[in-house]
């Protein structure tokens, strides 16, 4: 399967704190990408990163990457009521169940 | 900002019935793509399509759906004879390149069998 498989399923966390989405993989990838979903609208592209890459940041995004585990973090520092949403990892376009993050005010 | 234009936002429509959903892709995007998302569920994959054929597709496609780039703009997702477990989130998708590249999704289109 090319998809990512999240964990948690759901996470739940105060506003201000930080938030950890992993993510694990079971083919050789080229890259990994993680996206965002706002209750039922369509997904957001976050951040890409390459296998050859180990950590990439954008903004208070941080996303890393470790091809020997076959797996991928996703970390939110800071976070905000506005970042609560569900968070997808995947490769070529096709991803797992996702994790469902609630940052409460 | 370009973006991906779906519609209708909503379609309600008979079991049985076929249903056509549109979709108009990042003009000059050449990767097209279709999912599904049953409520609460997660977003799974339907179909991508390339050089105006199928070049994925998942378990989920069967006989009952098709697709079709009919012009240089649109893109269709056809159901033949809905069935009310049809009922979900579609949404369509398009990127400049199928590697290292990112897709952008429309807002969906909510359809339900009824």
């Known amino acids: 399967s090319q998809q990512g498989e999240e964990d948690p399923q759901a996470l739940s966390i105060q506003e201000g704190e930080n938030a950890t989405m992993n993510c694990s993989y079971k083919t050789s990838i080229n890259n990994l990408q993680w996206y965002r979903q706002n209750s039922g609208r369509g997904l957001v592209h976050l951040i890409l990163?390459?296998?050859?890459?180990r950590e990439k940041h954008s903004g208070r995004l941080r996303v890393t990457l470790d091809t020997s585990k076959k797996s991928s973090s996703l970390l939110i520092t800071a976070s905000r009521a506005a970042d609560t949403a569900s968070y997808f990892c995947g490769q070529n376009f096709v991803f797992g169940p996702g994790t469902r993050l609630s940052v409460l005010p | 900002e370009p973006e991906v234009t779906q519609t209708p936002s909503h379609q309600v429509t008979q079991m049985g019935q076929e249903v056509i959903l549109r979709c108009v892709p990042i003009s000059n995007h050449l990767y097209f793509y279709w999912y599904r998302q049953i409520l609460g569920q997660k977003v799974e994959f339907l179909v991508s399509f390339y050089n105006n054929e199928i070049s994925e597709k998942s378990e989920i496609f069967d006989d009952q759906f098709s697709v079709e780039r009919p012009d240089g703009s649109n893109f269709t997702l056809k159901i033949r004879s809905t069935k009310l477990e049809d009922s979900a989130m579609y949404f369509c998708?398009?990127?400049?390149?199928?590697?290292?590249?990112?897709?952008?999704f429309g807002q969906g289109t909510r359809l339900t069998v009824v």
């Open positions: 990163i390459r296998s050859n890459e």
């Open positions: 998708a398009s990127s400049g390149g199928r590697v290292n590249t990112e897709a952008f």
